[in-house]
């Protein structure tokens, strides 16, 4: 018997819910039946691919909060949650507690910047979720009262996701080298850049922990890179499709390492919302688009540049030791005017974690209760 709040089709059905009558093909539903979970490693058990024919439905019916199938060639009874439907319905997609919308934000941001105890996050749950959301949300926050000993920046990470290693290892030190093989360890300026781009897939969330600061200059430079995008969408539209509809080279080289990797400058995701971009000429590789687009390309790319020296966009910061500065390296393009190496010490011990632990974290903390809200961030 098939209940009157759905209607039985050839490949799917209509589902009468709160936005109206919404359609969901078989295949989906059967993928969606709770005995398709292992109840202990959640992971999926059922194999659609295993159906000797293509699921149909024999009845379905409304039972409580649940979508109750039964099928013309299975002896097993589905249930699905009308709570994943109603999801599916608003949205297109399951709903993430992660996919929070992102805050674009401008030159005169850095009064706003969350600033955070490390031992609030490293103690609580509400302060961890303070941090997480915040750079889920804007991509940057302060780690304040950093503790001075070595595994001080290891526990602050670990709380969020394990090290991510890069060509230097689990951690890089800031600083000028006799040797260096990046222009970071140098006392030079650094140009706005998102970090090794020449890396297959590129170090998601950078920390910098800033040890010692006394030298003239050296100021950091931060700005908002989905900000810059979106504002180069609005004002030059066809240089915001080159940028974010073509690969470029990146690079990585020294005697003992040598990576390459294609990037794009501007990153969308699957809805074409800017998440980030990718920038980083010092690390640039020799253009290998076709050379006629390259007639166009060029000039989008440069105009991007200059827009990301904008006093618009860009926030000035002079390192604070104990001090922590957390950023998605994805989206938050940062570099540093230069100092005199002569006048102090300017020390800055970084490492990365990954994207995917950021969100998996915060997904964890806000089923618990733990949404890193406003309210949440003043008590933390």
Sequence with gaps: MTDPAVELRD???????????????????????L????????????????????????????????????????????????????EVQETGRPADPAALPRKLW?????????????????????????LTRALIEEGIAFVTDMAEDDESLPRLVNAIGPITPSAEGLFFDVRVEIAP???????????????????????????????????????????????????????????????????IPFFYRHDNWDYRAHQRV????????????????????????????LDRYYPALVRFIRMMQED??????R??????VVFDNHRIVHGREGYVAESGLRHLRGCYT?????????RVLARRGFTGAEADRVVA
Aim: net charge negative; hydrophobic share 40%.
């Design 11 to 33: 490949n799917g059905m209509l589902v009468a819910l709160p936005g109206g009558m919404a359609y969901f093909n078989y295949y989906w539903l059967r993928d969606a039946s």
């Design 35 to 86: 005995d398709c979970f292992d109840p202990q490693t959640l992971e999926r058990v059922f194999d659609c691919s295993a159906l000797p024919t293509p699921p149909r439905a024999r009845s379905a019916r409304v039972e409580g909060e649940m979508l109750v199938i039964e099928w013309q060639a299975e002896d097993q009874v589905s249930q699905v949650p009308l709570s994943l439907l109603r």
């Design 106 to 130: 401008y030159g005169d941001h850095l009064p706003e910047i969350l600033r955070i105890p490390q031992q609030a996050v490293l103690t609580s749950d509400t302060g961890r979720a303070a």
């Design 181 to 247: 093989t990046n222009l970071a360890f140098t006392a030079g300026p650094l140009e706005m850049h998102t970090d090794l781009p020449g890396e297959e897939t590129a170090p998601g969330l950078q920390f910098l922990h800033c040890m010692a600061n006394t030298v003239e200059g050296g100021l950091s430079l931060f700005l908002d890179g989905a900000a810059a995008a979106m504002a180069l969408k609005a004002e030059d539209p066809e240089a915001f499709a080159l940028l974010a509809g073509h690969d």
């Design 266 to 293: 501007i990153e969308t995701d699957v809805d074409g919302e800017v998440t980030g971009v990718t920038i980083s000429q010092h690390l640039q590789d020799f253009m290998d688009l076709p050379q006629d687009l």
């Design 312 to 317: 618009r966009f860009v926030i000035r910061y």
């Design 319 to 324: 390192s604070q030791p104990g001090t922590c």
């Design 354 to 362: 990954d994207r995917g632990a950021l969100r998996s974290t915060y």
